[in-house]
């Protein structure tokens, strides 16, 4: 009986936790209306909904027992009472600290905190409440009292059942969609059954017409071959139409407006422009588009990447903006919508001041990922191709937030290993926009099946451009590669066996025999892959390939074939970038000989557990160092010996890290040393104060990362 109770209160409790995440997103998106300030008729409706959301939280909360949960929901009904009655004005830090209560409710259910911080969140709402008390400021716009209702504020609005609808756990969908996946390996099995027939009536009708004698009985074969063709083909058709149908069901109940994934943004957009003191409007279009929950999953991380990239370097601060001729707010859109073919866009625009590709050159340079003539040498859209490789940033300064080169990277990784493409326009002083072009699904995938090394490998259907032949004799070299004339325009050719490090098949084409070849894109760019073989067009079930193999260089995902087979899904960017690699292998951007000796840091603390723990750290790193106890005796070290880069608190006596670093950057011969600001210093006018004079890092010690401190010396080192 205890045991029955006890999944029956479990059961409960997964309910509430489904309904108190739905209370929670819609008391996030009341507070940020109010935060933007609306018409006080519109406030009067949005303080009256807040207040009916909390109040039917809080009744839930009681009725599963969560008393810790129910005791902050009635401090903000509490609040949110008396503002519907007009006896207060939601303030800034009212509605601050409403929001802080509303994250508060969803860490103690997420297991993210204890009761220890209710009281904590009570008090602070009540010192807002009382510093506000009654007078007409914040928002600025006092709550008049709403229109009398029958029902009383205090009820809980009246439950709406849904006949039409369930809740489901997303892990029970799960299964049933994994259980309709696995019907789709006899269907693609029924596929091949039916190839296998056809192959086999027409060897029947070849052999027939050679041989002499035999003709009636083998025609009486052939005969019952067809036979056989036709009843597979119609169990094929059959099963196709019952799995197809079933599982295109079972995958629509998976599919989640975007809503899901861009409600997230309205109060991180706020949050960053406020750190970064400036104006932004957020502004989303394809929310109610549904979109396969796995793929928005993917992609939340990438889209919060290219949002903060969008504050952080695109939209200039407020009075820039107006010495351009710009509004003083600036304006991030995000775009979910459908294309043809399965797929989906994300678009994330902004319009800002533009990506500077020298700066983007200069960062390459910088970061050594190629040499100052070759970075003089790239096209516009190569340039901009350089800022997803790991490693690179624009940002003048690294700090715990920005600067690491990583954004943008995660992004194009997450894109490609779904199967999409990713590319970035920009106009200076307009703009820049980032496309992503993805499968609507990643269950399951069409691509040419191909053979190259005696195995077979499969490419996406919307990288092909074409299947052609090549002749031995069509095949030239310019500017040291293969390639050959299509389309009037040489076009760079390689074997898809050495793309992978395989040897080529024994059986090898007769001499004079045209050898077959895929052309594939990637955005614009374009290559011939010579393969051994095509074996036609294929639909195979995605299987992800999990750790430690999560990225392998020119590999997507596998996919099961029909026969059973496992093959590799190939991700045609990578490709593109290892016949790049293979003829033009890349070169060190250092000009001079590489230093034989150990590099020299100079440590500036005036605080010795803190000169002594980096000092530690840094030499177990393999680096000499040398430390100062302030900016005057670093000074005096910097013009008597050499130092490859300096580690340096701010707040010092006699000589800060602000003013060390002004020195250095002002002298001739010290100008390019690196220096790396570690400091208790938070505020967003030190953080730019550290850009102004010139520091290459500014490293919070609150947020302090061993890890991330040796990353940064030897990326700049």
Known sequence: ???????????????????????????????????????????????????????????????????????????????LSRATRGQLVLSQPILNRLQEAVDGVARLLAGSADSTVVPDLIRCLEKAVNETGVRDQGL???????????????????????????????????????????????KLAADERVREAKALVEALKRLRAGVRGWGSELQAVEAQAEDLLRHLAGDQRTISRAVDG????????????????????????????RTHGKEVEWVAYGADLEVDRKVLEAMKEPLIHLVRNAIDHGIEMPEARV???????????????????GRIEIRAEDDGDGIDLGRVKAAAIRARLLTAEAAEALTGDQTLDLLFRSGLST??????????????????ERVERLGGQIRTET??????????????????????????????????????????????????????????????????IARLSGLLGLSEAADQPEPGRKRPCIIVKSGEAQVGLLVEEILGDREVLVKEIGPPLVRVKNVAAAGLLGTGQVVLILR??????????????????????????????????????TRTMEKNLL?????????????????????????DLVVSDVDMPRMDGFDLTTRIRADRKLSELPVVLVTALESRENKERGIEVGANAYILKSSFDQSSLLEFIRRLV
């Open 1 to 79: 009986m205890a045991n029955r109770e006890n999944d029956f209160k479990a059961r409960l409790l997964v309910t509430f936790r489904i309904e108190a995440e739905e209370h929670l997103q819609a008391l996030t998106e009341n507070l940020l209306a109010l935060d933007r300030g609306l018409p006080p008729a519109e406030m009067c409706e949005v303080v009256e909904a807040t207040f009916r959301e909390v109040h039917t939280l809080k009744g839930a909360a009681r009725s599963v027992s969560l008393m810790d949960v129910e005791t902050i929901c009635q401090a903000c009904e509490s609040v």
């Open 140 to 186: 600025g716009i006092r709550v008049q009292p709403p229109t009398p209702n029958p029902q009383s504020p205090a009820s809980p609005p009246s439950p709406i059942p849904h006949a039409d609808s369930v809740r489901l756990a997303t892990a029970k969908l799960d299964v049933l969609l994994l259980q309709a996946e696995d019907l789709l390996v006899p």
């Open 246 to 273: 079933l599982y295109e069901e079972l995958r629509r109940t998976r599919l989640t407006p975007s809503s899901t994934v861009l409600d997230l943004f309205p109060r991180m957009v706020r949050d960053l422009a």
């Open 323 to 341: 010495e351009a001729g710009k509004s003083r707010r600036g304006r991030v859109v995000v775009t979910i919508s459908a294309l043809e073919g």
């Open 395 to 412: 940002s003048p300064i690294v700090t715990d937030l920005s600067g690491h080169g990583l954004g943008l990277a995660i992004v194009k």
């Open 427 to 492: 106009r200076a002083g307009v703009g820049t926009t980032v496309r992503a072009i993805l499968p609507a699904t990643i269950t399951t995938f069409r691509g040419l099946l191909v053979q190259a090394g005696g195995q077979p490998f499969l490419l996406p259907t919307e990288a092909i451009e074409q299947a052609i032949r090549v002749a031995h004799d069509a095949v030239e070299h310019v500017e040291g590669r293969e390639a050959i004339r299509w389309n009037g325009q040489p076009l760079s």
């Open 572 to 609: 045609p960017a990578d490709l593109l970038r290892s016949i790049r690699e293979i003829t033009c292998p890349p070169v060190k951007a250092v000009a001079h000989e590489e230093k034989d000796r150990q590099p020299v840091l100079l440590v500036v603390d005036d605080s010795i557990t």
């Open 619 to 643: 030499e177990a790193a393999g680096y000499q160092v040398k430390v100062a106890v302030d900016g005057m005796e670093a000074w005096t070290l910097l013009n008597t010996e050499e130092f």
